[in-house]
């Protein structure tokens, strides 16, 4: 059975940073992208910066130059690196791993940042 755990969230003050963490077990993703996706009470979910198998990245234009996503492929494991936190960067974190035509969910992690 394929689980993904996220770690690393909390509340944290406008300008600190966060580590989130997701493994993936009950299978291996080597071939397939890793992600993290956010969502807030009320608002569609969105793509928060995606990394290929092959190490490529992207980005929502809002975090740009503030997250960076990296990925242990050993490990089965995606990371987002959250610096300068901002306010409207609250909300629960969703990490997603794809294999095959399938894309695989976490439970999510609740970041808060305070102003």
């Known amino acids: 059975q394929v689980q993904l755990v996220e770690s690393g969230g909390g509340l944290v003050q406008a300008g600190g940073s966060l580590r989130l963490s997701c493994t993936a077990s009950?299978?291996?993703?080597?071939?397939?992208?890793m992600g993290w996706y956010r969502q807030n009470s009320g608002k569609q979910r969105e793509l928060v910066a995606r990394i290929s198998s092959g190490g490529d990245t992207n980005y929502v234009d809002s975090v740009k130059g503030r997250f960076t996503i990296s990925r242990d492929t050993a490990k089965n494991t995606v990371y987002l690196q959250m610096n300068n936190l901002k306010p409207e960067d609250t909300a629960v974190y969703y990490c997603?791993?794809?294999?095959?035509?399938?894309?695989?969910w976490g439970q999510g992690t609740q970041v808060t940042v305070s102003s």
């Open positions: 997603s791993a794809a294999r095959g035509l399938y894309t695989y």
């Open positions: 009950g299978g291996t993703f080597t071939s397939g992208a």
